[in-house]
């Protein structure tokens, strides 16, 4: 199994909800990523969780609330959104702690429409 | 801070030729990973090749290889008898091996490659 699956792939929310992005793999990989992304742009890094413990935070605007319950899983909570945050939010995963397999494997993405 | 430059915002090619794509990055680390990912229409984020900065030898993948030049910090893709499948926007992508942090990517802007019939 060499997929990661994100759901839901498509969500629109209004400014005032609550909503979770999920992610989860089963490749017994020890660090985990968000990245947005925009229309016709490369994906920008948001967080990095390493060994379910968050490592690396770009700066990002705490309406978005990262999570990882267990190794396999990753959550990014979204609560008063802004339009501006519409984005394409790529969930990644890699074997990490050191190891010369550096390769990332991605979902498809949870297309977010903030309306 | 690392800095990667892709300067062909679109490239065009026909089926069953060659092109090859430009990446060109800026770093003062000496250990680190470049690669090149695809991104089709269906927004999935594949990886297509890696080349580890210590190794001289140009990585290959069947129609995809890389000609990776150290001292020019240059790593271009090149794609040999291309296929409709072939289209999507290429990223190349550079990372630099953390303590414990994982391995965060750095991409460039992109090149929107169309292989035409």
């Known amino acids: 199994d060499t997929e990661v699956t994100q759901t839901p792939k498509h969500l629109v929310m209004g400014m005032t909800n609550k909503k979770s992005l999920k992610c989860e793999q089963h490749?017994?990989?020890?660090?985990m990523y968000w990245y947005k992304q925009k229309a016709k742009k490369p994906p920008e890094l948001m967080f990095v969780?390493?060994?379910?413990?968050?490592?690396i935070n770009e700066s990002v605007p705490s309406r978005f609330s990262p999570e990882c319950p267990n190794s396999s899983l990753l959550n990014l909570h979204l609560h008063a959104l802004q339009p501006e945050d519409s984005a394409l939010y790529l969930c990644?995963?890699?074997?990490?702690?050191?190891?010369?397999?550096?390769?990332?494997?991605f979902g498809q993405g949870t297309r977010l429409t903030v309306v | 801070a690392q800095t990667v430059t892709q300067s062909q915002p679109e490239m065009s090619v026909q089926e069953a030729e060659t092109v090859t794509l430009s990446c060109t990055y800026d770093?003062?680390?000496?250990?680190?990973?470049l690669f090149w990912y695809k991104q089709p229409p269906s927004r999935q984020m594949i990886l297509v090749i890696r080349?580890?900065?210590?190794?001289?030898q140009n990585a290959t993948e069947n129609r995809f290889s890389v000609n990776f030049q150290k001292a020019a910090k240059s790593f271009s893709l090149k794609i040999s008898d291309s296929q409709l499948g072939d289209t999507a926007m290429y990223f190349c992508?550079?990372?630099?091996?953390?303590?414990?942090?994982?391995?965060?990517?750095?991409f460039g802007k992109g090149t929107s490659l169309l292989v035409t019939p």
């Open positions: 770093t003062s680390e000496s250990n680190y990973y």
């Open positions: 969780y390493s060994y379910e413990k968050l490592s």
């Open positions: 080349q580890e900065a210590y190794k001289q």
């Open positions: 992508a550079f990372m630099i091996p953390p303590s414990n942090s994982g391995y965060a990517l750095n």
């Open positions: 490749m017994g990989h020890r660090a």
């Open positions: 990644a995963s890699s074997r990490g702690g050191g190891t010369k397999n550096t390769e990332a494997f």
